[in-house]
């Protein structure tokens, strides 16, 4: 089994939803001792600017340097999703909502035709079979 937990608080393993997150990985890990584990801090991924939608939107074969890097971040960031079985994630209330970290790790693996894909009946996710855990503290 392979664990990704996402950390999204600034406030490292002082918050309450980091330490929620680790109290999950350690029981999961404990049913199942040969468990891998991939933390994730998104405290490093990048934000959506328009430099970044500009790298997504170039075809790969025009892509600048700087905008292959870009690019391989968020590849990155959802080969994690993909190779993970569980996904843990910590995640703090900051002024009554998810901290803006949380929210670019989520359009980091949000991509169209790679985690999801557009159908007549509407958005249909492309992750399946993922046990997703949410340690939620405020």
Do not use: C
């Amino acid at each position: 089994m392979n664990i990704l937990q996402i950390n999204s608080s600034v406030r490292g393993d002082a918050s309450a939803s980091t330490r929620l997150a680790n109290s999950i990985v350690a029981n999961l890990k404990t049913l199942t001792p040969t468990a891998t584990l991939t933390v994730r801090e998104t405290g490093q991924q990048p934000i959506l600017d328009d430099a970044a939608l500009g790298a997504l939107f170039t075809p790969a074969e025009q892509r600048t340097p700087e905008q292959a890097a870009r690019v391989a971040i968020d590849d990155a960031t959802i080969a994690e999703v993909q190779a993970a079985d569980v996904i843990v994630i910590g995640v703090p209330m900051y002024n009554f909502g998810v901290p803006v970290q949380l929210k670019a790790w989520i359009d980091a693996i949000a991509k169209a035709g790679v985690t999801f894909r557009y159908t007549a009946n509407g958005p249909e996710g492309l992750l399946k079979d993922k046990k997703v855990y949410l340690a939620l503290a405020r």
